[in-house]
């Protein structure tokens, strides 16, 4: 395999993954943004408290369905306000470049 098919093989995975990881979402990706920066917001003035409860809060406002969006957290790593920051904010930024 030449060095050029090795990258096409990594660039075609990587791809794949985004899309599954946009496609497996339970909202809208500005939905997702918006929980993102107003987690972002909240997190900046109190801390973690190593719960969802910030995130939960976001969520209710925007009326994204509660149980169905902490199976998706959880399943990608955000088992806490912290957590879906440092896990799942890059993986969506870097997942949004197959739509771009």
């Not at 990608?76 to 957590?83: I, M, S, W």
Request: proline share 2%; aromatic share 6%.
């Amino acid at each position: 395999m030449t060095p050029d098919e090795k990258k096409r093989i990594k660039k075609e995975i990587r791809d794949r993954e985004r899309t599954q990881f946009i496609e497996s979402m339970p909202f809208r990706a500005n939905e997702l943004r918006k929980v993102l920066k107003q987690l972002d917001r909240e997190l900046s003035k109190a801390g973690c408290d190593h719960t969802l409860k910030k995130t939960l809060y976001i969520i209710r406002i925007l009326s994204i369905d509660e149980d169905t969006a902490v199976i998706w957290l959880h399943d990608h790593g955000g088992y806490c306000d912290c957590e879906v920051l440092a896990n799942i904010e890059g993986r969506f930024e870097d997942a949004m470049k197959v739509i771009k």
